[in-house]
């Protein structure tokens, strides 16, 4: 018989062990969807500072050191006032924090036109065109029917955005008017349900179980301070007589008059008979354990605990400095992968709009996030003076590069890396000064003296 329920069933089974049944608790594990309501999106956002921190820490970071552009300085100057009446840097990261608590949200980018539901020109933005940047999130922005034309450059993406004005009227607007953020993007808006289609989910959605955990588990040790000390104390025939009304409010009053005596002066009168007892609880592994569950909640939100907590580094020789280099080139990659597609339109309309043109040779670089002490930075610039000097050479008819050009190169690097601040400025007034003042020969030859040949001409210095 056995040998026919082995041939039938071809699998080992064994009650006892739980080979083979249901009985194995781990059968029953299966993933689920976890569901967030807005409201609930709100209160975690509002009252609890990890979901807080986990939204607005990584939107912070992508746009602290914000960009550097590569212009003329005029043009330069020209961008960088128009970002500022735009207020680009702060309207990005409020988009970028609502993309994340609700899974998405949009800068609508604003040119005066009527017609919203026409793609965006950008080649007709003028000096001055733009005119503003409002920022929606998903609740205020409705997704339109998703292209579904592979030739298309919005394949896979709504063709439209609805957004209700006053009066009930719907604004339709092009999703090239939008500079869209997404929170965690859905895998597959084919099998992906959700309230608000063609956006994504809040990143809340995934790590709210670890958060949770590790807010219940300080909940329990804060609870458990309470607790720390328990005072025991043994009567005799304390459960035969406790029914007894006259002898509950005797003994209640006998121990509060014990309790208030031991209070203000450390001394418990009992009598003979009963007996006292203390009972303290340890802590002695419990930041350990609430430590365990935080470190769960760093490495879900991918935050390192270092800037998630705020915490020093743990451990022999540890400096913290990997987690955070790594948090920070994650970061970089994402402020290239996806937030430079998204913004690419509303560069474009930047550019235009401040310097009135388009120059080709305008581009930007996203400012490092990693700030560098300053004993790295003077490192930094000695190499670079060094490396100055090796290219123009030690001599005249050595240089690999000319000289102009090395020396213009260098002083843009150190404006831009900040080595040596208002350098820019002082080589103008420099050069004003120079215009100015005639050079000492000069009016030497023209008053008939022979002119200066002593390395202290113009320094103020006595040549006899």
């Not at 000492?440 to 320094?459: H, I, Q, W």
Request: with cysteine; proline share 5%.
């Amino acid at each position: 018989m056995g040998n026919i329920i082995a041939f039938v069933r071809d699998s080992l089974t064994n009650m006892v062990a739980n080979l083979g049944t249901s009985r194995d608790k781990a059968s029953a594990t299966f993933y689920s969807m976890p569901m967030l309501s807005d409201e609930e999106l709100l209160n975690a956002y509002r009252g609890a500072w990890l979901p807080r921190k986990i939204v607005d820490i990584p939107a912070f970071d992508s746009v602290r050191a914000w960009r550097d552009w590569q212009a003329k300085k005029p043009q330069i100057e020209a961008i960088e006032a128009e970002e500022k009446r735009l207020n680009v840097k702060g309207k990005v990261l409020e988009a970028r924090i609502k993309a994340r608590l609700w899974g998405g949200a949009a800068l609508v980018i604003g040119t005066g036109e009527q017609d919203l539901t026409a793609p965006l020109g950008v080649d007709r933005i003028g000096k001055g065109g733009l005119k503003y940047l409002t920022v929606m999130s998903r609740r205020q922005l409705t997704a339109g029917e998703v292209e579904r034309d592979p030739a298309s450059e919005w394949y896979g993406k709504p063709t439209l955005y609805q957004v209700s004005s006053a009066g009930g009227r719907q604004v339709e607007i092009h999703p090239s008017r939008l500079v869209i953020f997404h929170g965690n993007p859905a895998p597959d808006d084919e099998i992906a349900t959700s309230a608000y289609p063609g956006w994504g989910d809040s990143v809340l959605l995934s790590v709210v179980e670890a958060i949770k955990q590790a807010d219940g588990t300080a909940a329990n040790i804060a609870s458990l301070v309470f607790e720390a000390k328990v005072n025991i104390i043994r009567l005799p025939d304390f459960m035969q007589n406790i029914g007894n009304a006259e002898y509950r409010a005797k003994i209640l009053e006998r121990y509060t008059l014990a309790a208030t005596a031991k209070g203000i002066n450390g001394d418990l009168l009992l009598d003979k008979e009963e007996e006292f007892e203390q009972k303290t609880a340890s802590f002695a592994t419990l930041p350990e354990v609430l430590m365990s569950f935080l470190q769960i909640v760093s490495g879900a939100a991918d935050i390192p605990a270092t800037r998630l907590l705020g915490q020093s580094p743990a451990g022999m020789n540890a400096t913290g400095e990997s987690d955070l280099r790594n948090y920070y080139d994650r970061l970089q990659a994402m402020q290239e992968v996806e937030m430079t597609p998204a913004m690419m339109r509303l560069d474009e309309c930047i550019i235009r709009s401040g310097t009135g043109s388009r120059d080709p040779d305008i581009y930007y670089e996203w400012a490092p996030l990693w700030g560098m002490s300053e004993k790295e930075k003077a490192d930094v610039f000695k190499t670079k003076a060094d490396a100055a000097r090796q290219l123009v050479g030690t001599s005249p008819g050595q240089e690999i590069i000319p000289r102009e050009a090395v020396s213009d190169a260098l002083v843009n690097a150190l404006v831009e890396d900040g080595s040596l601040p208002g350098l820019d400025s002082a080589i103008d007034e420099y050069g004003k000064l120079s215009e100015q003042e005639p050079d000492e020969n000069e009016v030497r030859a023209g008053a008939g003296l022979a002119p200066l040949t002593s390395p202290y001409r113009n320094s103020g210095q006595s040549t006899t």
